[in-house]
């Protein structure tokens, strides 16, 4: 039965109370477009989220050859049948009547429909002139963390094989790049250590920088319902907005922007201090603890609380309820990842759990989260600027196995330096030596840092820019080529999410007009380039999902991430199975390092490592000599101050991110009624007391501006730390009068008109949390907020 109510209000829905270690109770949600019922719906076909990185697992309903609702799937180890308000809502943004239909090229000036053979013809014919001309640097491809993982294994053997280019890269840099790097530093590879379930056996619950309660809705009613239980966990939250995961905290941590290394090291302190560690686990299964006990020695709690402003006695019980914990589950996100030093700062969070030995066993779990739905995917398959199967670029022999799996000679695999991250791409369009950019599926003209200067870029008349999107976002507007993709729904493929749960998504629907599957249009390209292997047959020797699958299986076999236990047809019988997926273990693997470090070894591991401070890479031998017996590694980060700090003329600190009501630049959300009605317009938020300083009131008009650019938004008074201005990055201007950019002249509605271009050394993630700004007065409030009109906070913070 359709559930009736607001959704957008009732985020988290009703609760099912459980208890440690018992099995977390399922409850259906399902919402169907208005006046249909359950026996109204022709055909339910099985996918999973797109809109979020949880994985939640639900069943698409088709009437008339529409997509008219969705129902979560009780059965399913992720959501047991939960959905959000993304899920609910989003899937009407397949049939907005603004889809792009037939490809555009770009014709004196303007975008003009043509056929397909015209718009590949375009990019075909500018591939080959570039390649004879100026050779595979001067081709990139920026693609994004929604595609599904046979798309992302094509994009990358044909970029990394066929053009030779080492300039590819996802939307993933912004998000989850620190997660994969961090991994990589102390684990030697990537692979999220934990389970879901480690919540449901956990007694202390960590969120560093996650306001889990807003961005992975329905983990956080499995927190929820934990927390409605008997012998509920204690939480401890790391976050400077005083969120809903801070209202249900038992300690709530709010430090200062850009000092959680100071934090972290002063956390570890104590712990070490009072010896609450597992010595025993730490000489089996680690090295570095001295280096790591000797950094944090000076890094007492009243040291921290000079740089993070955090009270010494607060930093103390979180470290008491770490490191007393006897189940401690961690996770991690944006509020690291998007910070100063970042990649120090989630290697941290590794070594707390480390040196308390909180890893393999349940309610023993580390999470290192994602922000995207195949986040991992880009990651596993090489479409992240990695090796696919999380081979090493450093490793010769790892090369050399690639090369055989793809058939081609090692020296046609780009290795001679680190792959290209995106902000390196997009310098290097800058600059013109990459004349062609292939954006697919994602928006840069909105969520990439300073965004006056990527317009800028992307404008550039010497570079041919090609878009593969939905609809005409900012960046198609500013393309030489678009090329009208079809969705989630539209087609068939895997999305993996961040606990390394595999779910099929199989189409439901047909694609509007011409659009196409990016995995057609990936092998259309291919075909037309004529790519090759070494011994003269097509590069690419699939033809759809399936064999495309098929073809990956084969290339993650005896790999960390190996799939070879799965296929399209398993997944279609029994739903979301965790890999590794071997014969050895047919029901996939809830944990990793359950039996000691796996992937470390020399051998074996992805990276070698690198500098916390420079981002350099450490050489084989260094890596050899540090780790002779593949363990993990404890490394130690010393506190640095932010790059950029406040000053007279930028008094506080701006700090970006996400509402629970939105999904990146609203192509999608934004064309939801319910969704955008929730959260119609950007905002700004201050604490009352810091609105108070500035002058301001609750509801005035602001003006957020920074040496970069400026935003104007409704000031919203409310719980965060002092000194703090929040932005919701998700707003551009599609659904404005101007189309791409502000009005000349003018302050913006998206936030990285503000945000400086900055990058962690280690990860190469933009940092969107750590930038100096000031709020000024644009108009008093005239008229009831938005919130005091419906009687709800609409637009929630996270």
């Known amino acids: 039965m359709a559930d009736d109510r607001d959704r957008t209000k009732d985020i988290w829905g009703a609760r099912t109370p ?126 994004t963390g929604q595609l599904f993982l046979e798309e992302y294994y094509t994009l990358a053997v044909l970029a990394r094989a066929g053009i030779g280019t080492n300039h590819l890269d996802g939307n993933t840099r912004l998000c989850t790049a620190t997660a994969a790097e961090a991994l990589k530093q102390t684990f030697g590879c990537d692979g ?28 956080w009613a499995r927190v929820l319902d934990r927390l409605a239980g008997t012998r509920p966990p204690r939480l401890v939250c790391v976050d400077p907005r005083h969120t809903p995961v801070a209202r249900h905290a038992e300690v709530h941590l709010a430090p200062r922007p850009g000092t959680n290394v100071a934090l972290l090291d002063a956390l570890l302190h104590e712990i070490i201090r009072r010896d609450l560690v597992d010595r025993d686990y730490i000489e089996a299964n680690t090295v570095g603890f001295d280096e790591l006990a000797a950094m944090v020695e000076p890094c007492t709690p009243r040291w921290a609380a000079g740089i993070c402003d955090v009270p ?125 950019l292939w954006i697919t599926g994602t928006n840069p003209a909105v969520s990439l840092p300073e965004l006056s200067r990527i317009r800028s870029v992307l404008s550039q008349e010497r570079l041919f820019v090609v878009v593969q999107d939905l609809f005409l976002t900012e960046t198609a507007q500013l393309a030489d080529v678009v090329l009208p993709a079809a969705t989630w729904g539209e087609k068939t493929g895997v999305l993996t999410n961040a606990d390394r749960t595999v779910h099929l998504s199989e189409k439901a629907v047909e694609p509007p007009g011409e659009a196409r599957a990016d995995l057609d249009i990936f092998l259309d390209y291919a075909a ?123 008094p506080l600190q701006l700090i970006t991110g996400r509402t629970v009501h939105h999904f990146h630049t609203r192509t999608k959300t934004g064309r939801a009624p319910e969704l955008n009605a929730a959260a119609p317009e950007v905002w700004a938020e201050m604490s009352p007391t810091e609105a108070a300083r500035q002058g301001l009131s609750d509801g005035d008009l602001v003006q957020v501006g920074t040496p970069r650019g400026a935003v104007r938004a409704r000031l919203r008074a409310t719980a965060m730390r002092d000194g703090v201005v929040f932005l919701p990055f998700h707003y551009g201007y599609w659904d404005t009068p101007e189309g791409h950019r502000p009005p000349d002249g003018s302050a913006g509605r998206a936030a990285n008109e503000a945000t400086v271009t900055d990058w962690d050394p280690v990860s190469k993630q933009p940092l969107f949390k750590t930038c100096a700004a000031r709020v000024t007065l644009v108009a008093r409030r005239t008229a009831p907020t938005v919130r005091e009109r419906t009687g709800a906070d609409v637009g929630s913070r996270t």
């Not at 619950?205 to 807003?214: P, S, T, V």
Request: hydrophobic content about 35%; charged content about 25%; proline content about 7%.
């Open 528 to 650: 037309r380039m004529d790519f090759r292997d070494k011994d003269g047959g097509p590069l690419i020797t699939w033809h759809d999902p399936e064999t495309a699958f098929a073809a990956w299986r084969r290339c993650s076999a005896g790999r960390p991430c190996d799939y070879t236990g799965l296929d399209h047809d398993r997944l279609r019988e029994e739903g979301g199975i965790q890999w590794p997926c071997t014969e050895e273990t047919p029901g996939g693997t809830q944990r990793l390092y359950t039996d000691g470090i796996s992937f470390a070894d020399a051998d074996t591991c992805e990276s070698y490592g690198k500098d916390l401070v420079t981002g350099a890479s450490v050489e084989p031998v260094e890596y050899r000599s540090l780790n002779p017996h593949g363990k993990a590694v404890l490394k130690a980060a010393e506190y640095l101050p932010p790059h950029e700090d406040v000053s007279p003329d930028y």
């Open 18 to 143: 459980y208890d440690p270690g018992t099995p977390w109770p399922s409850r259906t949600d399902t919402h169907l477009a208005p006046g249909l019922a359950e026996d109204d719906v022709e055909r339910w076909v099985p996918s999973a989220s797109l809109l979020h990185s949880n994985g939640d697992a639900m069943d698409i309903a088709v009437r008339d050859g529409r997509i008219v609702g969705v129902r979560g799937r009780a059965a399913d180890r992720v959501n047991r049948g939960r959905l959000g308000p993304k899920d609910l809502y989003g899937w009407q943004a397949n049939g907005s009547p603004d889809r792009l239909t037939r490809p555009l090229v770009r014709r004196d000036g303007r975008l003009v429909e043509c056929d397909w053979d015209t718009a590949m013809d375009e990019v075909v014919g500018r591939s080959r002139e570039l390649l004879e001309q100026r050779g595979p640097g001067a081709l990139g491809f920026y693609t």
């Open 312 to 436: 010494a006695a607060t930093i103390e019980r979180a470290a008491d309820l770490l490191g007393t914990a006897e189940r401690l589950t961690s996770t991690v996100l944006q509020g690291v990842y998007q910070s100063h030093q970042a990649t120090a700062a989630a290697v941290q969070v590794n070594n707390l759990h480390l040196i308390r030995g909180m890893l393999g066993s349940p309610g023993r779990g580390l999470l290192q989260m994602n922000g995207q739905p195949s986040a991992e995917n880009t990651r596993e398959c090489g479409a992240d600027g990695d090796l696919p199967g999380f081979r090493n670029w450093q490793n010769d022999t790892h090369v050399a196995d690639l090369a055989k799996v793809w058939n081609v000679r090692p020296q046609d695999i780009p290795h001679h330096a680190p792959p290209t991250h995106a902000m390196q791409i997009f310098r290097y369009a800058e600059q013109g030596s990459i004349r062609l």
């Open 192 to 219: 999220q250590p934990g389970s879901y379930e480690d919540i449901d056996h956990a007694d202390v619950i960590a969120l560093f920088g996650h306001n889990m309660a807003e961005t992975q809705t329905v983990l």
